[in-house]
Antibody
Framework: QLQLQESGPGLVKPSETLSLTCTVS??????????WGWIRQPPGKGLEWIGS???????YYNPSLKSRITISVDTSKNQFSLKVNSVTAADTAVYYCARLYSSGWSFDPWGQGTLVTVSS | DIQMTQSPSSLSASVGDRVTITCRAS??????LNWYQHKPGKAPKRLIY???SLQSGVPSRFSGSGSGTDFTLTINSLQPEDFATYYC?????????FGLGTKLEI
């Protein structure tokens, strides 16, 4: 059974870089039929797709965040990562990683999520 | 971006009830519509994909329908474990976008 787990600091200072890693277990990240994605949910707000990556390294990002984000993959560790530069309080959110089906583009499964707070 | 409008935003119901949640897209998205269930502190769970396909392992009391711009998620005979927040998501075009959610309460 495929599982995803987010990890990283729970507190980041304004203007610094938020870094999270998603570890995939129970299956290979190097699968032809899937992409891997990041989604976030600010407190009291809706879900926002951040971006996605294929195991080859091909990425596509939400234009609203594109200038500040980088998603990368490490197939040797079965992990993919997210970096968000120049964070502000508006980046405070629960961050989820998820597998993205290339057929239909739905997310399943998801990680449990990790809360990242941007505060000095 | 494609806007997804979900209604109602909250819904009170009882065990055994039948409930319907609606999701409307700001443009035609064919059947590229997915539904998720989210419980506090848990990973969101895919229920329905491609508008009407039931995720393996999800009880048959859940069903989805619709095409184009209007979609519904129906839950027949509500069970205690169904009380959660439900989200729709369009996957027709990036950026993928979600509805704001429907909180189903007892």
């Amino acid at each position: 059974q495929l599982q995803l787990q987010e990890s990283g600091p729970g507190l980041v200072k304004p203007s610094e870089t938020l870094s999270l890693t998603c570890t995939v277990s129970g299956g290979s990240i190097s699968s032809d039929n899937f992409y891997w994605g990041w989604i976030r949910q600010p407190p009291g707000k809706g879900l926002e797709w951040i971006g996605s990556i294929y195991y080859s390294g091909s990425t596509y990002y939400n234009p609203s965040l594109k200038s500040r984000i980088t998603i990368s993959v490490d197939t040797s560790k079965n992990q993919f990562s997210l970096k968000v530069n120049s964070v502000t309080a508006a980046d405070t959110a629960v961050y989820y990683c998820a597998r993205l089906y290339s057929s239909g583009w739905s997310f399943d499964p998801w990680g449990q999520g990790t809360l990242v707070t941007v505060s000095s | 971006d494609i806007q997804m409008t979900q209604s109602p935003s909250s819904l009170s119901a009882s065990v055994g009830d039948r409930v319907t949640i609606t999701c409307r897209a700001s443009q035609d998205i064919s059947n590229y519509l997915n539904w998720y269930q989210h419980k506090p502190g848990k990973a969101p769970k895919r229920l329905i994909y491609a508008a009407s396909s039931l995720q393996s392992g999800v009880p048959s009391r859940f069903s989805g329908s619709g095409s184009g711009t209007d979609f519904t998620l129906t839950i027949n005979s509500l069970q205690p474990e169904d009380f959660a927040t439900y989200y729709c998501q369009q996957s027709y075009r990036t950026p993928y976008t979600f509805g704001l959610g429907t909180k189903l309460e007892i």
